[in-house]
T-cell receptor, first 111, second 114 residues
Framework: DAKTTQPPSMDCAEGRAANLPCNHS???????VYWYRQIHSQGPQYIIH???NNETNEMASLIITEDRKSSTLILPHATLRDTAVYYC????????????FGQGTELSVKP | DGGITQSPKYLFRKEGQNVTLSCEQN?????MYWYRQDPGQGLRLIYY???????QKGDIAEGYSVSREKKESFPLTVTSAQKNPTAFYLC?????????????FGDGTRLSIL
């Protein structure tokens, strides 16, 4: 199963862009990268996913390197409500397409 | 609004007791999943079901059982054989008919030992 590596924690000033990195050097050619976030005692919330092209939606942007070994989630204007644990995830081919969670990055947005 | 409903939000288990966690979805999703989360950890797969009346073990199925009698329901039973059941349990679903769509999660059930 492809694994992901993320820094354990990051800080960001309110109103600034938050750039969260993720390494996934063992990812297979047709495995997607998903980003979720989790606020304490709630279920993970889907943010965005991509294969090899950059993606943008109303919540965030996802930049995937050309070799697909790493990606960056960008929250363009972080707010205090963006404080959460962010998970970069590769979806497995086996076991019904389970999501393979790592430790995640705890993002603290500070005023 | 469509979504996944997990109940109860908090649950307490006595020694030797079986408890059942409910998961219901009205998204018309085919596949459903149960994950377990321990403090400071990512999620681990317990069981999954891709179609009614069929389910498969995940990575940590020992001490758990499930059923899938209806498309919208996937209850998880934590049996007395599960010696360390204290955790946060999350149910997810996905429509397998559309490739690579994200899994959607409920808000979880927190299980503790009395």
């Amino acid at each position: 199963d492809a694994k992901t590596t993320q820094p354990p924690s990051m800080d960001c000033a309110e109103g600034r862009a938050a750039n969260l990195p993720c390494n996934h050097s063992t990812i297979s050619g047709n495995e997607y990268v998903y980003w979720y976030r989790q606020i304490h005692s709630q279920g993970p919330q889907y943010i965005i996913h991509g294969l090899k092209n950059n993606e943008t939606n109303e919540m965030a942007s996802l930049i995937i390197t050309e070799d697909r070994k790493s990606s960056t989630l960008i929250l363009p204007h972080a707010t205090l409500r963006d404080t959460a644990v962010y998970y970069c995830i590769v979806r497995a081919y086996n076991q019904g397409g389970k999501l393979i969670f790592g430790q995640g990055t705890e993002l603290s947005v500070k005023p | 609004d469509g979504g996944i409903t997990q109940s109860p939000k908090y649950l307490f288990r006595k020694e030797g007791q079986n408890v059942t966690l409910s998961c219901e979805q009205n998204l018309n999703h085919d596949a459903m999943y149960w994950y377990r989360q321990d403090p400071g950890q990512g999620l681990r797969l317990i069981y999954y079901s891709q179609i009614v009346n069929d389910f498969q073990k995940g990575d940590i199925a020992e001490g758990y059982s499930v059923s899938r009698e209806k498309k919208e329901s996937f209850p998880l039973t934590v049996t007395s054989a599960q010696k360390n059941p204290t955790a946060f349990y999350l149910c997810a679903s996905i429509s397998t008919g559309v490739g690579n769509q994200p899994q959607h999660f409920g808000d979880g059930t927190r299980l503790s030992i009395l």
